[in-house]
């Protein structure tokens, strides 16, 4: 079993929609990454989070310790946010180096 | 502007050869990393460096080697030894090595080709 699911793996939606991306892990964590890469393969950090709740334009990303389970949210969604969403964790106690990743989501919005 | 740079975007290369990917930033970082991304998979890492001179191996350094003479490079060659290479490599940079939760830095990515 991967230490870092992520739901759905496939995502389709209409432009305007709310989107959600859902991310589960099952180790302890210092911080739960959300980045963004466009299909030219290129990695944006869109969120960086260890509590709460964080928002960045039309984005929202939340994250639930106990639960062990983080969502990133996107509203009134746009063709321009296709991309695949990679959620990845820090471990704690790992090395600077010990960061794992979700398999990632791959959205597509269709105008 | 500041960022990461990889060079060339597609490299093929024959069976048998190695060959190095560029990674260079100009963002002053301290710690830089080389991660490998199959299809389906998550990114998986090969190699970091916190400190000029000094690299550690990550989960899939078998048949990859690195260097860091200078604070901005960190290149990767990928050897003969990699039994399977054709992959699309990506590095990154955080500023700060002490830190669990900075933000990394990803270049645009060199997609290896293995003929």
């Known amino acids: 079993k991967n230490e870092v699911e992520q739901s759905p793996q496939n995502l389709t939606a209409q432009e305007g929609e709310f989107i959600t991306i859902n991310c589960s892990y099952s180790v302890g964590i210092s911080a739960l990454h959300w980045l963004q890469q466009h299909p030219g393969g290129g990695i944006v950090s869109l969120f960086m989070?260890?509590?709460g709740k964080k928002k960045h334009g039309r984005l929202i990303a939340t994250i639930n310790i106990q639960e062990k389970h983080s969502s990133l949210h996107i509203t009134a969604s746009h063709p321009r946010d296709s991309a695949v969403y990679i959620c990845a964790v820090r471990a704690e106690g790992g090395s600077q180096g010990n960061l794992i990743f979700g398999k990632g989501t791959k959205l597509s919005v269709k105008p | 502007d500041g960022g990461i740079t990889q060079s060339p975007k597609y490299l093929f290369r024959k069976e048998g050869q190695n060959v190095t990917l560029s990674c260079e930033q100009n963002?002053?970082?301290?710690?830089m990393y080389w991660y490998r991304q199959d299809p389906g998979q998550g990114l998986r890492l090969i190699y970091y460096?916190?400190?000029?001179?000094?690299?550690q191996k990550g989960d899939i350094a078998e048949g990859y080697s690195v260097s860091r003479e200078k604070k901005e490079s960190f290149p990767l060659t990928v050897t003969s030894a990699q039994k399977n290479p054709t992959a699309f490599y990506l590095c990154?940079?955080?500023?700060?090595?002490?830190?669990?939760?900075?933000?990394?830095?990803f270049g645009p990515g060199t997609r290896l080709t293995v003929l």
């Open positions: 963002l002053n970082h301290d710690a």
């Open positions: 460096s916190q400190i000029v001179n000094d690299f």
């Open positions: 990154a940079s955080t500023e700060d090595t002490t830190s669990f939760t900075d933000t990394q830095y």
């Open positions: 989070l260890s509590s």
